[in-house]
């Protein structure tokens, strides 16, 4: 676990000679950093003082506390190395904001005066980008732009008013091929301060960033030259199994915030439920223009904020509808191998490789079923386990858990959905043959067909 002491032991020695240049009188005025190291789901942030508001629920995340300073809400972020586990038995070393990557979400109320403090622990310059944000020129934090970098050891502030209500995001814009590409970002949610004609009252609250990585197995470091082909698909630096499921009581109205500073867009789908888009971060969708949908695009930049009704219970699938963005530890050059019979290959290379096993003549769902052994802190290709089995899918994807009876702010998982009699799919006799084999009907106007894939992946 990190802390104040480990984290500054880990500096460079140019952020020891600037941090102790820095005036022990200025930072006396400085709020304490408050610090997260745990990758679960934190319990909402109930606010102790300032105007109220129903707070959010950051997936495998936290709200950033702050204190209250002749009515001006001041908080503290440390731009810093991380650890972050992303996935049992899979940590990355990242950077982030707060002990985590993403940092904590900041939630304040439309009209608050907000005022933030920025630390630079990096071994680099940064800067502190409020996207989507109404605020000064001044306050807008492009490096050379609209003010000079934050050189490593030195804090900065930042200081305006949050004038609309909205979903939002923080990130650097210094290096941000770098910084963005090691984890640095963060949600800002600002809350109506009275009722809103476009905003409504919702029973749970839930937020998430999407983000990618490209970590090469048995390593914890990002390649940070990467801009199509990543391997690591997650929200909040999380890959599933590691992703915690959204819980909601039936019948709860829910809201979900998603935020994307991946370089690809992501089209979020949810299994068994309908929802409509209600905000962007240009702010509140007009109800005129808001339709019933079960899948929303949401490009480079963007945020798309959904709800819902969950009235239907049981465990409801939710990811990115892009295949190869839900799995984890993925090999852009790995030939594919269906319908080849590998046997014999199989035999030589166990003579060499005890236990080894040729991948996907089957297709790859033979992967879910047996851990295969690979380079330590790599990430599980599908290695969620359901009730029924192995669970085929990884990286962007966790469930929707509508169950009855369940208390308002009650967020614990409750274990697998329980289906009611007739109510779960079965088998029923043997299953007929498969097209072509021996026994099949002939297929109407068969015919041979030569398929040429691309070798390359500019259409990520």
């Given at each position: ?10 500096a ?5 000679v600037?941090l102790?240049?820095?005036s022990k009188?200025?930072?006396a ?10 990758p679960?789901?934190?319990s909402p942030l109930v606010p ?8 959010v629920?950051?997936l495998?995340?936290w ?6 300073n ?8 440390v ?7 992303m996935?049992?038995?899979f ?16 939630e ?7 005022r933030?403090?920025?630390?630079n622990?990096?071994?680099e310059?940064?800067t ?9 020129n ?5 490096s050379g ?8 050891g030195k804090t ?6 949050a004038r609309?209500p909205?979903?939002?995001?923080y990130h ?5 091929m770098?910084q963005?590409a ?21 029973d ?6 999407l983000?990618?990585?490209?970590i090469?197995?048995g ?5 940070i ?9 997650s ?7 590691g ?9 709860d109205?829910v809201?979900?915030r998603?935020g994307?500073l991946?370089m ?7 299994h068994g ?6 905000g962007?971060?240009?702010g509140p ?8 949908e079960v ?7 963007q945020m ?11 465990d409801?699938?939710l ?9 984890n ?9 269906l319908g080849v019979?590998?046997?014999d290959?199989e035999d030589k ?10 991948m ?5 769902h ?7 052994p690979?380079?330590?802190n790599?990430?599980?290709m599908?290695?969620g386990d359901?009730p029924?089995?192995?669970i085929g ?6 469930l ?10 009650d967020?614990t998982?409750?274990?697998?959905f329980q289906?009611?009699?007739?109510t779960?799919a079965?088998e029923?006799?043997?299953?007929p043959?498969?097209p072509?084999a ?16 691309p070798?390359d992946?500019?259409?990520h």
């Amino acid at each position: 676990m990190l802390n104040r002491r480990s984290l500054l032991a880990g500096a460079s020695a140019t952020s020891l000679v600037s941090l102790a240049a820095v005036s022990k009188v200025a930072l006396a005025a400085v709020p304490e950093p408050v610090t997260q190291t745990s990758p679960d789901t934190q319990s909402p942030l109930v606010p102790p003082n300032g105007r109220p508001y129903n707070p959010v629920v950051t997936l495998n995340g936290w709200t950033c506390p702050w204190r209250m300073n002749a009515g001006v809400k001041e908080f503290h972020l440390v731009a810093e190395p991380v650890m972050r586990e992303m996935a049992p038995g899979f940590t990355a070393r990242l950077w982030g904001y707060n002990g985590q990557s993403p940092g904590p979400t900041i939630e304040v109320v439309e009209g608050d005066r907000v005022r933030i403090y920025v630390t630079n622990r990096l071994p680099e310059p940064t800067t502190m980008h409020w996207h989507g944000q109404r605020l000064p020129n001044g306050m807008d934090g492009v490096s050379g732009l609209t003010q000079p970098a934050i050189p490593p050891g030195k804090t900065w502030v930042y200081e305006f008013v949050a004038r609309r209500p909205g979903t939002f995001m923080y990130h650097p814009h210094a290096d941000e091929m770098v910084q963005m590409a090691m984890g640095m970002m963060g949600l800002w949610i600002t809350h109506p301060k009275a009722k809103h004609p476009q905003i409504d009252a919702v029973d749970r609250d839930y937020a998430f960033l999407l983000n990618a990585y490209d970590i090469e197995p048995g390593s914890a470091t990002p390649r940070i030259m990467t801009m199509l082909d990543f391997n690591l698909w997650s929200w909040n630096s999380r890959v599933f199994p590691g992703i915690a499921p959204l819980v909601a009581r039936q019948g709860d109205r829910v809201r979900i915030r998603i935020g994307n500073l991946t370089m690809t867009n992501h089209p979020i789908h949810i299994h068994g439920h309908e929802f409509t888009v209600t905000g962007t971060d240009g702010g509140p969708v007009p109800r005129t223009a808001r339709w019933p949908e079960v899948t929303t695009d949401v490009a480079v930049g963007q945020m798309r904020q959904i709800e819902l009704v969950a009235d239907e219970e049981g465990d409801w699938a939710l990811h990115c509808h892009k295949a190869h963005h839900t799995m984890n530890a993925m090999g852009h050059g790995v030939p594919t191998m269906l319908g080849v019979d590998a046997s014999d290959l199989e035999d030589k290379i166990r003579k060499l490789v005890p236990g080894y096993m040729a991948m996907g003549q089957g297709g790859m769902h033979e992967m879910t079923e047996m851990m295969m052994p690979g380079p330590a802190n790599t990430a599980p290709m599908m290695a969620g386990d359901g009730p029924f089995g192995a669970i085929g899918m990884g990286g962007m994807f966790s469930l929707l858990k509508v169950r009855r009876g369940l208390a308002r702010g009650d967020y614990t998982d409750p274990g697998w959905f329980q289906h009611p009699p007739g109510t779960l799919a079965r088998e029923v006799g043997d299953a007929p043959p498969a097209p072509g084999a021996p026994g099949a009907a002939p297929q109407p106007g068969a015919a041979d067909v030569q398929i040429r894939k691309p070798h390359d992946h500019h259409g990520h």
